[in-house]
């Protein structure tokens, strides 16, 4: 089991471009080189991209409790056909993952259900900020502040709980990702919207506006230069959020996503809340922000937020409506065609989707990466092909939510290998699953 050749392919890392093979044994990569030989199931990539699989860092499977958004079976087969082979599930479920009981818990449950391998999130809150030590050993791969209102309700942490959460990271190397955006400003903000009577979708990006992101994103860059730690900020979606972080010279990480980069404002007219998310979409301006912000390095990962929900959820009256736009399957697939279309490098896509997502998660090199010793977790891609994306095409359990649905993507996910298995083969999820949960080296 896991023993792999992958022949004739071109490996696309984040350090070059080469014609080489791939060879795994027991699901583990043992030689990259041309030519090689070896008694294992060929796999032919000839005139294909080869590519680490995507390590997406951002993704709410609903699981336990909001099951009729999605379940893990769903967000994972999803996750495998979009050639993402690791992903780290966000905390804000119902009962939220806030203490080593409900981790383990969740990464027992999930376990028989996943099609890719899969890491878990806990959340900050002020009751467990100081036994954080729990949380690491119970294996969390990071922590989550929600600063800001967003699904699943959980409360801010306080200024104090942030600091220890960051002196925490310091010592232990585990990331606290944080979701910058002010409820007091979001509040105000919209009782003068709802006061002047609008209900347009636009309203929710205006209630929204970079203010409320920018405020938290200094106090997080603050308290992470005085603290240290791996701060990430998830979803940056602003041109001054951008030049703080900038400013910051690297005191924290910078998450961009997917829709921030495909949407404006001016969609709202054609998708109406199905592009409602936290943070909102924004002018063109913060999107060519964006696009500058990976090209220049401010931006060190991709991930998607994939935050789906039912369309009874993504319709309806403005203020009511959820916030979140499913993506584990779009992602890869769209990184892809901005390379292709060159706005950005080919190298960008692994170094922004593989080898960042783990080192931010600590899981480097073992995923993330194509090398002797890594996981065998690849993506054979045609670059010359392309995928139109249709209902019938996306494996989430509300197909029809994506605002994704008719864009056309250069490029086209032909196999998907997790530990050196194929676990989708042109169109089709293979086999039952095996995703494994994935935890920081130390621990379990
Ligand atoms: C996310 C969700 O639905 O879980 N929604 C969103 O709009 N992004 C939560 C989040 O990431 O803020
Ligand atoms: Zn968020
Ligand atoms: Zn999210």
Same mark, same amino acid.
């Given at each position: 089991?896991g023993?792999?050749?992958?022949?004739?392919?071109?490996?696309?890392?984040?350090?070059?471009?080469?014609?080489?093979?791939?060879?795994?044994?027991?699901g583990?990569?043992v030689?990259?080189?041309?030519?090689?030989?070896?008694?294992?199931?060929?796999?032919?990539?000839?005139?294909?991209?080869?590519l680490?699989g995507?390590?997406?860092?951002?993704?709410?499977?609903?699981?336990?409790?909001?099951t009729?958004?999605?379940?893990?079976?769903?967000?994972?087969?999803?996750?495998?056909a979009?050639?993402?082979?690791?992903?780290?599930?966000?905390?804000?479920?119902?009962?939220?993952?806030d203490?080593?009981?409900?981790?383990?818990?969740?990464?027992?449950?999930?376990g028989?259900?996943?099609?890719?391998?899969?890491?878990?999130?806990?959340?900050?809150?002020?009751?467990?900020?100081?036994?954080?030590?729990?949380?690491?050993?119970?294996?969390a791969?990071?922590?989550?502040a929600?600063?800001?209102?967003?699904?699943?309700?959980?409360?801010?942490?306080?200024?104090?709980?942030?600091?220890?959460?960051?002196?925490f990271?310091?010592?232990?190397?585990?990331?606290?990702f944080?979701?910058?955006?002010s409820?007091?400003?979001?509040?105000?903000?919209?009782?003068?919207?709802r006061?002047a009577?609008?209900?347009?979708?636009?309203a929710?990006?205006?209630?929204?506006?970079?203010? /409320?992101?920018?405020?938290? %994103?200094?106090? *997080?860059?603050?308290? !992470?230069?005085? =603290?240290?730690g &791996?701060?990430? @900020?998830?979803h940056?979606?602003?041109?001054?959020?951008?030049?703080?972080?900038?400013?910051?010279?690297g005191?924290?990480?910078?998450?961009?996503?997917?829709?921030?980069?495909a949407?404006?404002?001016?969609d709202?007219?054609?998708?109406?809340?199905?592009?409602k998310?936290?943070?909102?979409?924004?002018?063109?301006?913060?999107?060519?922000?964006?696009w500058?912000?990976i090209?220049?390095?401010v931006?060190?990962?991709?991930?998607?937020?994939?935050?789906?929900?039912?369309?009874?959820e993504?319709?309806?009256?403005?203020?009511?409506?959820? /916030?979140?736009?499913?993506? %584990?399957?779009? *992602?890869?697939?769209? !990184?892809?065609d =901005?390379?292709? &279309?060159?706005? @950005?490098?080919?190298?960008?896509?692994?170094?922004?989707?593989?080898?960042?997502?783990?080192?931010v998660?600590g899981?480097?090199?073992?995923?993330?990466?194509?090398?002797?010793?890594?996981?065998?977790?690849?993506?054979?891609?045609?670059?010359?092909?392309?995928?139109?994306?249709?209902?019938?095409?996306?494996?989430?359990?509300?197909?029809?939510?994506?605002?994704?649905?008719g864009?056309?993507?250069?490029?086209?996910?032909?196999?998907?290998?997790?530990?050196?298995?194929?676990?989708?083969?042109?169109?089709?999820?293979?086999?039952?699953? /095996?995703g494994?949960?994935?935890?920081?080296?130390?621990?379990?």
């Amino acid at each position: 089991m896991g023993d792999i050749l992958v022949r004739g392919g071109r490996l696309v890392t984040g350090q070059g471009i080469l014609e080489a093979d791939v060879l795994a044994r027991d699901g583990v990569v043992v030689a990259i080189g041309r030519g090689l030989r070896a008694e294992a199931a060929v796999l032919d990539a000839e005139g294909m991209l080869v590519l680490p699989g995507a390590v997406d860092e951002h993704v709410h499977s609903r699981e336990p409790g909001m099951t009729h958004k999605e379940d893990f079976s769903t967000m994972t087969r999803a996750a495998a056909a979009g050639g993402v082979t690791t992903v780290a599930d966000m905390p804000n479920t119902s009962p939220p993952i806030d203490s080593p009981e409900r981790l383990l818990e969740k990464g027992r449950d999930v376990g028989g259900r996943a099609y890719v391998d899969y890491a878990l999130f806990a959340a900050l809150t002020d009751s467990n900020a100081r036994r954080l030590e729990d949380l690491r050993r119970a294996g969390a791969i990071g922590l989550k502040a929600y600063m800001g209102p967003t699904t699943g309700g959980l409360g801010r942490p306080s200024d104090w709980s942030v600091l220890l959460a960051l002196r925490f990271s310091a010592s232990s190397g585990m990331p606290v990702f944080f979701h910058a955006e002010s409820g007091e400003l979001i509040e105000g903000f919209s009782s003068e919207l709802r006061k002047a009577g609008r209900s347009d979708p636009a309203a929710h990006s205006e209630s929204r506006p970079p203010i /409320s992101e920018e405020v938290e %994103v200094a106090r *997080i860059v603050r308290l !992470a230069e005085h =603290a240290g730690g &791996r701060a990430h @900020i998830a979803h940056v979606s602003s041109a001054g959020s951008l030049e703080i972080i900038r400013a910051s010279g690297g005191a924290v990480g910078a998450e961009a996503c997917p829709h921030h980069l495909a949407f404006t404002v001016e969609d709202y007219d054609r998708l109406g809340l199905l592009i409602k998310v936290n943070p909102p979409v924004r002018t063109r301006e913060h999107r060519e922000a964006l696009w500058r912000g990976i090209r220049s390095g401010v931006i060190t990962t991709l991930g998607s937020d994939h935050a789906p929900h039912a369309p009874e959820e993504k319709s309806g009256d403005v203020w009511s409506a959820s /916030s979140g736009i499913p993506g %584990v399957q779009t *992602i890869l697939p769209f !990184a892809l065609d =901005a390379a292709l &279309r060159g706005l @950005i490098d080919l190298e960008d896509v692994p170094r922004l989707l593989s080898e960042n997502p783990a080192k931010v998660l600590g899981i480097y090199p073992r995923k993330g990466s194509l090398a002797p010793g890594s996981n065998a977790d690849l993506v054979v891609v045609d670059p010359r092909g392309s995928w139109r994306v249709r209902e019938e095409d996306l494996f989430y359990k509300h197909p029809e939510v994506s605002p994704y649905i008719g864009m056309e993507f250069r490029g086209r996910i032909v196999y998907t290998v997790l530990r050196g298995e194929v676990v989708f083969r042109e169109g089709e999820v293979q086999g039952r699953p /095996s995703g494994r949960w994935v935890t920081r080296g130390d621990v379990r």
